[in-house]
């Protein structure tokens, strides 16, 4: 009797211990496709910030250019087109800057969302699953007790 109440303690504490190494592992899991999200992001900034930088450096040189083929036309035509240029791409590099961010984010919170609902997905038959060994446990324990109780009257009539 005392065997099979150790087995089934075994057995309880075995399954508490494996559902928490599940939970461990998905939390785990989840944070590493987060990182990962996260990362992929990082990187397309990053590519995205590389490509205006050269298109940025492409056109600083073309401007260069430029002035050097007409040095005959007038410094101040000169200064007011360099100036327009840069005006447009701030404006153009602010404007892709902004729409990249906007885009990045909307991405991410999809990203977010998605992975959230296959975590609830996934949460919900386990806290199901939980409440079953606990309902499980509290039998088990209640059981013992009365075990326990029966094998001490038995114990104290066979001392008498």
Same mark, same amino acid.
Not at 50 to 71: C, D, G, Q, W
Not at 87 to 106: G, P, V
């Given at each position: !009797?005392?065997?099979?109440?150790?087995?089934?303690?075994?057995?309880?504490?075995?399954?508490?211990?494996?559902?928490?190494?599940?939970?461990?592992?998905?939390?785990?899991?989840?944070?590493?496709?987060?990182?990962?999200?996260?990362?992929?992001?990082? @990187?397309?900034?990053?590519?995205?910030? @590389?490509?205006? !930088?050269?298109?940025?450096?492409?056109?600083?040189?073309?401007?260069?250019?430029?002035?050097?083929?007409?040095?005959?036309?007038?410094?101040?035509?000169?200064?007011?087109?360099?100036?327009?240029?840069?005006?447009?791409?701030?404006?153009?590099?602010?404007?892709?800057? @902004?729409?990249?961010? /906007? !885009?990045?984010?909307?991405?991410?919170?999809?990203?977010?969302? /998605?992975?959230?609902?296959?975590?609830?997905?996934?949460?919900?038959?386990?806290? @199901?699953?939980?409440?079953?060994?606990?309902?499980?446990? /509290?039998?088990?324990?209640?059981? +013992?007790?009365?075990?326990?109780?029966? +094998?001490?009257?038995?114990?104290?009539?066979?001392?008498?």
């Amino acid at each position: !009797m005392a065997d099979q109440l150790e087995l089934i303690k075994q057995v309880v504490e075995a399954s508490e211990t494996k559902l928490l190494g599940c939970i461990e592992a998905s939390e785990t899991k989840l944070l590493g496709c987060i990182e990962a999200s996260e990362t992929k992001l990082l @990187a397309r900034i990053e590519v995205g910030e @590389a490509t205006l !930088m050269t298109r940025i450096e492409t056109s600083e040189t073309n401007m260069l250019k430029i002035v050097r083929e007409s040095r005959a036309a007038s410094e101040a035509t000169l200064m007011a087109r360099i100036e327009a240029s840069e005006t447009n791409m701030l404006k153009f590099i602010q404007e892709s800057r @902004a729409a990249s961010e /906007t !885009m990045l984010l909307e991405r991410i919170e999809k990203s977010e969302t /998605t992975m959230l609902k296959e975590f609830r997905k996934w949460a919900v038959p386990i806290k @199901a699953r939980e409440r079953v060994f606990e309902a499980s446990l /509290t039998g088990f324990s209640e059981r +013992l007790e009365v075990i326990e109780e029966r +094998l001490l009257d038995l114990e104290e009539k066979r001392k008498q």
